[in-house]
């Protein structure tokens, strides 16, 4: 999911409970002065209200992926934004208060942080009572809603499909009045026969029309996968040659149908467009990277290589400007499709990302390397202590026979 979507989706709902008056631009932007205090935990210099718990969850996922062990402060502050119920709102400035009424928990920031904590390990507690907190609020029809009771949408029932499946669950075993998150995901597919077949709609419109969108696409194929939001890149065998659409009596159909709906609308410039009301049309990003993990976790890398090589050549900057959630973004598509987030279009983005944040733990093969220096050293000191020993033991035994030949002499 878009970052910029989820932070305009995360503002929607305020703004639904009238608790929060600015714009949705400095939602969707990078703030130069944040209106709390940043957590020196926390991955990001922007201000964290509406994404705080998001771009963590997704700069420990995207850390994971290249073996990268996070801060312990890092995965702590992500633990303890829990409240007590087991939900996660998108940030709580003060988390030793207790979370009340007024704590917009959501199932996007409680999905993504489950999927983070998991990864990471050691908050099986915390993943639990998030999972927990989860099913208690699925909706009759399978699917979840960015609040509590809102109505189903594919994105947030696609990422809490991701938190099931990491936290060990089978998500079309969680059930609500007979319906699973699966059958939710499938009635917001567009039938083949209707204009963008194969394609997912974010929820309907008053009247039940489904339109056509490439975030929710991507959201859903991910979703119907039961992938989450760092999935490996997929079989071949579920690519396909031309970009068809065929009745989705499944999930995994319904993903191919998402996918090549993806495909057809990469083919010509490689990326996707953001159409924001009052602007001009500009490339997307962030929904052009999460569009790549789709395509590679639905039918492997090969599937995702034009918007790939796109990103490769275009996406610095907008990742600079971003900040942790682009970098994070970028190295999970990097990491679906094998490239190497170390030298994406010439960019390491693993030392970007981790430069956001508190400083992570040395990597495998670091430690490897620190380790074979210490070695060294304890080598290198062990052999001039040998050295200097032996000298020590040269020089007592010509003291002792000079002692010896000067008795002699005296008595002689």
């Not at 996922?61 to 303890?80: E, I, M, N, S, Y």
């Not at 995994?252 to 001009?280: C, F, V």
């Amino acid at each position: 999911m878009n970052v910029v979507r989820h932070s305009a989706a995360a503002l929607a709902a305020a703004v639904v409970l009238g608790t929060v008056a600015a714009p949705v631009a400095q939602a969707a932007d990078p703030s130069p002065s944040p209106s709390v205090a940043l957590p020196s935990g926390l991955y990001g210099t922007s201000d964290p209200t509406y994404d705080g718990v998001w771009r963590q969850s997704l700069a420990l996922l995207a850390q994971h992926t290249v073996g990268v062990k996070p801060a312990g402060k890092a995965t702590d502050w992500l633990a303890r934004q829990q409240c007590d119920n087991g939900g996660f709102a998108a940030f709580r400035a003060e988390p030793a208060k207790d979370c009340d009424a007024k704590t917009m928990v959501d199932t996007n920031s409680t999905a993504a942080a489950v999927q983070a904590l998991a990864a990471v390990g050691d908050y099986e507690a915390a993943t639990g009572k998030a999972v927990d907190w989860l099913k208690s609020v699925q909706n009759k029809d399978g699917g979840w809603g960015y609040t509590p009771g809102g109505p189903s949408d594919a994105n947030s029932t696609a990422v809490v499909i991701g938190a099931l499946a990491a936290a060990g669950e089978k998500p079309d075993a969680v059930v609500k009045d007979g319906e699973s998150p699966y059958d939710a995901l499938l009635k917001l597919a567009i039938p083949c026969g209707e204009k963008d077949g194969g394609a997912f709609a974010y929820q309907p419109d008053k009247k039940g029309t489904l339109a056509a969108n490439a975030d929710a696409t991507a959201a859903a194929v991910l979703g119907a996968l039961g992938k989450g939001l760092a999935p490996e890149a997929g079989s071949e065998a579920g690519r396909q040659a031309e970009p068809t659409c065929a009745d989705a009596k499944t999930p995994e159909q319904a993903a191919a149908n998402g996918a090549a709906y993806l495909t057809r609308t990469l083919a010509k410039d490689g990326h996707l467009t953001s159409a924001l009301p009052g602007a001009e049309d500009q490339p997307d990003y962030g929904n052009t990277a999460d569009a790549v993990v789709a395509l590679a976790a639905q039918g492997g890398a090969a599937q995702a290589a034009k918007p790939l090589t796109w990103l490769e050549q275009n996406a610095a900057d907008w990742a600079e400007q971003s900040g942790p959630a682009a970098y994070a973004q970028l190295i999970l598509a990097a990491h679906a499709t094998g490239a190497d987030p170390k030298d994406f279009g010439g960019t390491d983005l693993v030392a970007q990302l981790n430069a956001t944040g508190p400083a992570p733990q040395l990597q495998a093969e670091d430690q490897a390397v620190a380790k074979a220096e210490e070695d060294k050293d304890d080598e290198d000191e062990g052999s001039v202590f040998g050295v200097w020993w032996y000298v020590g033991v040269f020089l007592v035994v010509g003291i002792g026979i000079g002692f010896l030949l000067s008795n002699r002499n005296k008595r002689q």
